[in-house]
């Protein structure tokens, strides 16, 4: 069997017939032309080394469907993932309680199904809460690992391939959790959410965490004044204040290592209002921020490899730390683009951060509405409109038997959001168009955004 990674967690096992099936099955609802090339059958026992090459083959297989609109967001191609997730952990369907977190600590406690999907375990979640149907887009679950002090550290957010009970319980590790917040990240979207008692609480319950997690920076006299709306329970003035404050509506990473301004620095990132916002520490351990506006990357890769092993041969290298990174090449100058890498184990959250706020913004560009990229149900389906179809996860696929391949080295690529082609770039260390997200708001830029 070969081994399917999503976001660098073992999602499913699945074998050459399984994935053949799936290739058949899309063939006859798309039609050969619009389904990508896959492996062929081979009469004769596969060497090592092409074993090692079906498995390339595979993933880019499943990679350039996952990436086509149309293929990757179908029920078919969704669904065959959820039932293999399903049958690798060997969950039974049955019902159970799932607890999912509010931003406030408080747990809802929702009755679903082992097999239900993320969209079926928000909406029941959203019906608990008493959440209206048109508010639930603007939700979304996410799992996330609850450090030492009470705060959390994100993982990803839940994608409509997987199950989230399987999800979580399969990590076999109760720091890892399901929580709800807002997905958006626009701030005048706020007012939709606050038109509802439910959407309010929820909003003010995040606000209020994120500033007592100092995500949101407050002075002493902005503290007083949130302070007294609080004992006023004025929930509304009070969204209204932080959203005057440094870093409303950010997220807050771990934090890690970059190459900007130089090598080694370490810095915590930040994301939101469409733009990434360092706080560098410099090897003279001065602090430095700045932020690198979403409009100005014209592309970005995420890679994973785990560092060749320098140690005696019979040790494993399947024990060596997964290194993550998002690199993005960014407009510095009207004539100067540079790249700049992001170490980190969240690099991919990263970067589905950075795609959600381009969706963001092309749809504001054409004239829709942000409830037009959420979900709606027809016929009793859910059905997702395109422009949610842009945040894709890729699988990466491990050759079926690891103790054949002793190079210690994943792969080159783990593309976690849709790929779009673009022109090749000028950066030396380039490895192929491919391995690039193409940014369509950085297009649209002008002289006036330098």
Not at 180 to 186: I, T, V
Not at 213 to 220: D, S, Y
Not at 234 to 248: M, N, V
Request: charged share 25%.
């Amino acid at each position: 069997a070969y081994n399917i990674h999503v976001n660098g967690v073992l999602h499913c096992r699945v074998r050459y017939s399984q994935l053949l099936g799936l290739h058949e099955q899309l063939r006859k609802e798309y039609g050969a032309n619009v389904v990508p090339a896959f492996p062929p059958k081979k009469i004769f026992t596969l060497t090592p080394a092409e074993v090692e090459q079906r498995r390339e083959q595979l993933e880019k297989y499943m990679q350039a469907v996952r990436q086509d609109p149309t293929l990757g967001g179908s029920e078919t191609f969704n669904s065959f993932l959820r039932k293999a997730q399903q049958e690798t952990q060997q969950i039974p369907t049955e019902e159970v309680v799932l607890e999912v977190l509010l931003s406030n600590g408080q747990k809802v406690k929702v009755t679903i199904l082992t097999s239900d999907q993320t969209e079926d375990v928000l909406e029941a979640v959203a019906s608990k809460l008493d959440l209206p149907d048109d508010l639930v887009g603007y939700f979304s679950l996410f799992l996330v690992r609850q450090t030492k002090d009470g705060a959390f550290s994100f993982v990803r957010k839940l994608q409509e391939f997987e199950l989230p009970y399987v999800s979580v319980t399969s990590l076999h590790n109760p720091e890892f959790q399901i929580i709800l917040r807002k997905s958006y990240w626009d701030s005048a979207y706020d007012d939709d959410v606050m038109e509802h008692r439910v959407g309010l609480n929820l909003l003010y319950a995040q606000t209020v965490s994120d500033i007592e997690h100092g995500w949101i920076l407050v002075n002493k006299e902005q503290h007083r004044q949130l302070k007294s709306l609080q004992e006023k329970v004025s929930k509304k003035e009070f969204i209204r204040l932080a959203q005057t404050l440094k870093y409303y509506g950010y997220l807050k990473f771990d934090p890690c290592v970059t190459d900007f301004p130089e090598k080694g620095c370490h810095v915590v990132v930040s994301a939101g209002n469409n733009e990434l916002n360092f706080q560098v520490r410099l090897p003279n351990e001065q602090i430095k921020e700045g932020s690198f506006k979403v409009t100005r990357m014209r592309c970005w890769r995420v890679t994973s490899s785990v560092p060749m092993s320098n140690g005696p041969s019979g040790s494993s290298p399947g024990k060596s730390e997964v290194k993550l990174e998002l690199a993005f090449e960014y407009l510095m100058s009207k004539d100067r683009l540079q790249w700049v890498t992001i170490t980190s184990p969240q690099a991919i959250m990263l970067s589905i951060c950075l795609q959600s706020m381009v969706d963001e913004l092309m749809v504001k560009k054409s004239g829709g509405s942000i409830r037009k990229m959420f979900r709606r149900r027809v016929n009793g389906a859910l059905r997702r409109s395109d422009s949610q179809q842009a945040v894709k996860s890729p699988p990466l696929l491990d050759s079926p038997d690891a103790s054949w391949e002793p190079m210690a080295k994943l792969s080159s690529k783990l593309t976690s959001v849709s790929l779009r082609g673009i022109s090749h770039s000028s950066s030396a260390n380039d490895v192929g168009a491919n391995d690039f997200h193409g940014n369509y708001a950085f297009e649209g830029i002008g002289d006036e955004d330098l």
